[in-house]
């Protein structure tokens, strides 16, 4: 058999992710305000706050999608804006799964599971077509291999986008409002595959407004509103008896 | 008048003045004359089989050569003018606005006389050869910006999704983005390629060896000789074998892209 998971690089000390006085401005608009933030090993840390609050570009700033203005953004205990760091080498260890599903539309779906295993990972074809068969099962899509994503519904492209991020075996999820782009009945299937991934210890920042899912998953939830954390704690507290008025006034809004 | 009354005298007048210059073109036109001087059977006859196992493979032939060659140099330059490096992005930009300036029966005769007798040097292929170079630069100029273009048309999503999964930016560039690029240039890529098949006329002022002519030169030589536009017709008839069923094809293309989107 091979095996699942990679070892984690640091200890379990070692947090999965930790930013530290993170900004970040494009052009003049200052979207991330000295933003200190982590997600612990095996943790489930759901981010949520108003459309604008940052809280996406915050994620993204995570695999330098989003190059940080300043701060450090470390990985595992590595900084990832050193230049000297192995940036494609970090990003094969954090899954990535975004609001658009982004599945590479010219390749089946097996294809869109195995291409990364071959380029970024230099695995085999026989190896990486294992691994993608046994993630499509996970995710209910087993059957679905030889299809294009234009044949799929929403929800099932975004079942494949989290199959496609788990194939790298990475050591963490990040999430991008995953269930903002599918109709509201597709919601259901891809929360619980994501449920299925918390409950086997996936560490796991998820930006989203399901509150339910933030509520019944996660470890932490964050909310976030104008470029900075206004709060956070265990899901019970921010969401049940949030302290500052700007989370009661999101809150009530949402709820 | 009533407004319906107008509008049928007005069809009327239209109709009749086509009818008009119908009847004047069968009147006045010496149809014996164009009978035996454009579609003279004997001259057609007698233009076979050259005019297709020469002239028109010749065409084919010079057209794969100059379209595969300005796909590799186009694509190149499409990379270059993306690329970050400044350098690289302005010798693209001045190549593609040089080549797309300058007519293209100069840039042949550039390479066809100029290059040799100031360098002493000739293209491989005679004339033919130099004539081809200065095509492919040409249309190569052209593809290059039509693959830059399909380039920056692949959504923004599609690099971050394949950057995200730790591929580097090359592989992400022959996996992801290239193969997108070419499927939404099809048709404008086709397009280059008709206006390539025609474009190889302008190989005639190249000068070439009987053996090299393409469909043109062949004919403008039947014209000399034998005294009939002829041969003129027949090669007119053998391009549009060879275009119309790629505009047909550009059609339809075009038609499942819309479809597909």
């Given at each position: 058999?091979?095996?699942?998971?990679?070892?984690?690089?640091?200890?379990?000390?070692?947090?999965?992710i930790?930013?530290?006085?993170?900004?970040?401005?494009?052009?003049?608009?200052?979207?991330?305000?000295?933003?200190?933030?982590?997600v612990?090993?095996?943790?489930?840390?759901?981010?949520?706050?108003?459309?604008?609050?940052?809280?996406?570009?915050?994620?993204?700033?995570?695999n330098?999608?989003?190059?940080?203005?300043?701060?450090?953004?470390?990985?595992?205990?590595?900084?990832?804006?050193?230049?000297?760091?192995?940036?494609d080498?970090?990003?094969?260890?954090?899954?990535?799964?975004?609001?658009?599903?982004?599945?590479?539309?010219?390749?089946?779906?097996?294809?869109?599971?195995?291409?990364?295993?071959?380029?970024?990972?230099?695995?085999?074809?026989a190896?990486?077509?294992?691994?993608?068969?046994?993630?499509?099962?996970?995710?209910?899509?087993?059957?679905?291999?030889?299809?294009?994503?234009?044949?799929?519904?929403?929800?099932?492209?975004?079942?494949?986008?989290?199959?496609?991020?788990?194939?790298?075996?990475?050591?963490?999820?990040?999430?991008?409002?995953?269930?903002?782009?599918?109709?509201?009945?597709?919601?259901?299937d891809?929360?619980?595959?994501?449920?299925?991934?918390?409950?086997?210890?996936?560490?796991?920042?998820?930006?989203?407004?399901?509150?339910?899912?933030?509520?019944?998953?996660?470890?932490?939830?964050?909310?976030?509103?104008?470029?900075?954390?206004?709060e956070?704690?265990?899901?019970?507290?921010?969401?049940?008896?949030?302290?500052?008025?700007?989370?009661?006034?999101?809150?009530?809004?949402v709820? | 008048?009533?407004?319906?009354?107008?509008?049928?005298l007005?069809?009327?007048?239209?109709?009749?003045?086509?009818?008009?210059?119908?009847?004047?073109?069968?009147?006045?036109?010496?149809?014996?004359?164009?009978?035996?001087?454009?579609?003279?059977?004997?001259?057609?006859?007698?233009?076979?089989?050259?005019?297709?196992?020469?002239?028109?493979?010749?065409?084919?032939?010079?057209?794969?050569?100059?379209?595969?060659?300005?796909?590799?140099?186009?694509l190149?330059?499409?990379?270059?003018?993306?690329?970050?490096?400044?350098?690289?992005?302005?010798?693209?930009?001045?190549?593609?606005?040089?080549?797309?300036?300058?007519?293209?029966?100069?840039?042949?005769?550039?390479?066809?006389?100029?290059?040799?007798?100031?360098?002493?040097?000739?293209?491989?292929?005679?004339?033919?050869?130099?004539?081809?170079?200065?095509?492919?630069?040409?249309?190569?100029?052209?593809?290059?910006?039509?693959?830059?273009?399909?380039?920056?048309?692949?959504?923004?999503?599609?690099?971050?999704?394949?950057?995200s999964?730790g591929?580097?930016?090359?592989?992400?560039?022959?996996?992801?983005?290239?193969?997108?690029?070419?499927?939404?240039?099809?048709?404008?890529?086709?397009?280059?390629?008709v206006?390539?098949?025609?474009?190889?006329?302008?190989?005639?002022?190249?000068?070439?060896?009987?053996?090299?002519?393409?469909?043109?030169?062949?004919?403008?030589?039947?014209?000399?000789?034998?005294?009939?536009?002829?041969?003129?017709?027949?090669?007119?008839?053998l391009?549009?074998?060879?275009?119309?069923?790629?505009?047909?094809?550009?059609?339809?293309?075009?038609?499942?892209?819309?479809?597909?989107?």
């Open positions: 058999m091979i095996p699942v998971a990679q070892p984690a690089s640091g200890t379990a000390a070692v947090p999965a930790e930013v530290r006085a993170l900004c970040k401005t494009f052009g003049s608009n200052e979207v991330l305000k000295g933003i200190d933030f982590h612990d090993q095996g943790e489930v840390v759901c981010v949520i706050g108003p459309s604008g609050s940052g809280k996406s570009t915050l994620l993204r700033c995570v330098r999608l989003e190059e940080p203005t300043s701060g450090t953004v470390m990985v595992e205990g590595v900084d990832i804006t050193d230049e000297e760091t192995d940036l080498g970090i990003r094969t260890r954090i899954g990535m799964v975004f609001q658009q599903f982004n599945l590479f539309p010219h390749l089946s779906v097996l294809k869109n599971l195995t291409l990364a295993q071959q380029r970024a990972k230099k695995r085999g074809k190896k990486a077509t294992q691994i993608a068969l046994r993630n499509l099962e996970k995710v209910g899509l087993s059957e679905k291999a030889e299809a294009f994503p234009a044949q799929l519904s929403g929800g099932q492209q975004q079942r494949v986008a989290i199959a496609r991020a788990l194939s790298m075996d990475p050591d963490m999820m990040l999430f991008d409002e995953p269930t903002s782009a599918l109709d509201p009945e597709l919601v259901g891809v929360l619980e595959v994501m449920k299925q991934l918390a409950r086997e210890g996936m560490t796991m920042m998820v930006v989203t407004h399901e509150m339910g899912f933030a509520r019944e998953v996660g470890d932490r939830v964050v909310f976030m509103d104008g470029g900075v954390v206004v956070q704690g265990k899901p019970e507290d921010v969401l049940g008896n949030p302290q500052h008025e700007r989370t009661r006034l999101f809150l009530s809004k709820l | 008048m009533k407004r319906s009354t107008r509008r049928r007005t069809q009327g007048v239209l109709y009749a003045a086509f009818a008009a210059v119908v009847l004047f073109v069968i009147l006045a036109a010496d149809w014996g004359k164009i009978q035996s001087n454009f579609f003279d059977l004997d001259v057609a006859v007698a233009t076979f089989p050259e005019i297709v196992s020469i002239a028109a493979k010749n065409t084919v032939v010079y057209t794969a050569i100059a379209f595969v060659g300005g796909l590799l140099i186009g190149l330059m499409a990379l270059m003018k993306l690329s970050p490096v400044l350098p690289y992005r302005w010798l693209a930009t001045a190549y593609i606005e040089l080549f797309r300036g300058l007519p293209a029966l100069l840039v042949i005769f550039g390479f066809a006389y100029a290059v040799p007798i100031a360098f002493q040097w000739r293209p491989p292929g005679g004339n033919a050869g130099a004539g081809l170079i200065a095509l492919i630069i040409v249309s190569s100029a052209y593809i290059a910006e039509t693959i830059r273009a399909g380039i920056e048309a692949v959504p923004k999503g599609q690099v971050e999704a394949a950057r999964l591929m580097n930016p090359a592989w992400t560039m022959i996996t992801v983005v290239l193969p997108q690029a070419f499927r939404i240039i099809t048709p404008p890529l086709t397009n280059e390629l206006i390539l098949i025609k474009d190889t006329s302008l190989l005639f002022i190249a000068g070439m060896a009987i053996g090299d002519r393409e469909l043109t030169t062949f004919a403008r030589d039947a014209l000399t000789s034998q005294a009939n536009a002829t041969p003129l017709v027949v090669a007119a008839l391009y549009l074998v060879i275009t119309l069923p790629l505009t047909q094809l550009v059609a339809k293309l075009e038609r499942h892209n819309k479809r597909g989107r």
